[in-house]
């Protein structure tokens, strides 16, 4: 079996979901003997430790962050045309990992879906990425989603057959799982904070200027129940900055010094999960939602959302709360504070959920998709 992989996502992204998604498909696939994997990384950014030996034909070039042109794009364009018709015949799988299609393909057509926030949120802005994704569900022969509930966003906002769309859930990396070995004096506790050492603090992972991540409903929950006197609430990855907005909220209550912003690689955010209070996640939107089980994986107990995909992921795992409701998310919050058992027994249950989501199935799943094309 033959698959030429369309890497467009690696000359778009550093680091984040799709692209991590994306190596993890192609170096669990290398271990499959049956399958050839020719990989089109175009202009890549990525920093991902992909091995020559998973692929018989290898096409990239790093580009520097900064070299961004249409002429460049363009490029990108006529190369992967180009490296695709050339390896291609109608027995050779196309498969795209961010919606990029050929327009004559020769054999089966694979896109990967993600989510529906370009349709939910903020449409009329996203007219052309829209149109894109659009053409890429028409030409494709097997869709291949990350959790039901994007199939189930699929089925409604595109009409597409349920039958033409397989799902996969992404999987939890194995750093994670050592994150509990990361604690090295305890998680900070109430006395510490009290006695006027180390405050405990809550854990926010992603973006948080974007409508559908929801961050504001989680700092103005901070603010108003008046966590920041003993707690700190650490916020990790997305921007480097907060918004205009939120820095003057932030610098109303005690400074703003308990707000703290954090990145690095996943063995810091593992660290992070695993010293931590609580994970809370608010988002009113995911295609899947991977920093829960991530959370769960280091030990650290799950207060999210009951929206789109969160549920499916978290099952009884977490606490899921309401994502317009302050109130709610505050109640969910104080179990987990002054609950120990309850904390203990999400604990334990997470860890165990977790170990459900690996790429191992999701490799497993789609190579098995392959098989019906």
Not at 37 to 61: A, H, M
Not at 106 to 119: F, N, R, T
Not at 150 to 163: A, G, N, V, W
Not at 339 to 361: C, M, P, S
Request: charged fraction near 25%; proline fraction near 4%.
């Amino acid at each position: 079996m033959k698959i030429f992989f369309d890497g467009s996502i690696f000359g778009q992204q550093k680091i984040g979901g799709i692209s991590r998604l994306g190596f993890e498909l192609i170096k669990e696939l290398g271990k499959y003997k049956d399958i050839e994997q020719v990989f089109y990384r175009g202009f890549y950014i990525d920093n991902y430790p992909f091995k020559r030996q998973w692929f018989s034909k290898y096409y990239g070039l790093k580009r520097p962050d900064f070299l961004k042109s249409r002429i460049l794009n363009f490029l990108d364009n006529v190369s992967v045309n180009y490296f695709y018709n050339s390896n291609a015949d109608k027995n050779v799988i196309y498969h795209s990992l961010y919606y990029r299609v050929p327009k004559k393909p020769k054999g089966p057509l694979v896109v990967h879906a993600y989510d529906m926030i370009q349709e939910l949120f903020d449409k009329g802005d996203n007219e052309k990425t829209i149109k894109f994704k659009k053409n890429a569900f028409d030409a494709a022969d097997l869709i291949i989603a990350i959790s039901q509930s994007t199939k189930q966003d699929l089925c409604k906002l595109y009409s597409i057959d349920p039958t033409k769309i397989v799902v996969a859930y992404p999987g939890v990396s194995g750093t994670f799982f050592n994150g509990g070995s990361l604690i090295k004096q305890g998680k900070p506790s109430f006395a510490k904070a009290s006695a006027g050492e180390e405050k405990p603090y809550m854990l926010y992972v992603g973006a948080r200027d974007y409508t559908y991540k929801n961050f504001d409903l989680l700092l103005n929950t901070f603010i108003d129940e008046k966590y920041f006197l003993q707690f700190d609430l650490v916020v990790f990855g997305g921007e480097k900055e907060l918004t205009l907005a939120q820095k003057e909220i932030v610098k109303k209550y005690n400074g703003g010094n308990w707000l703290k912003q954090e990145s690095g690689s996943d063995e810091t955010l593992a660290n992070m999960y695993a010293n931590a209070s609580v994970f809370i996640y608010p988002s009113l939107y995911e295609g899947f939602g991977i920093p829960p089980l991530e959370a769960m994986a280091c030990g650290c107990p799950v207060v999210a959302s009951n929206a789109s995909s969160l549920p499916e992921v978290i099952g009884d795992a977490g606490l899921l709360f309401n994502p317009t409701d302050s109130n709610d998310l505050a109640e969910k919050i104080e179990k987990i504070l002054h609950d120990k058992i309850l904390a203990a027994d999400l604990i334990q249950k997470g860890k165990i959920r977790a170990r459900q989501f690996t790429w191992e199935n999701m490799v497993q799943k789609i190579y098995q998709s392959y098989l019906t094309l």
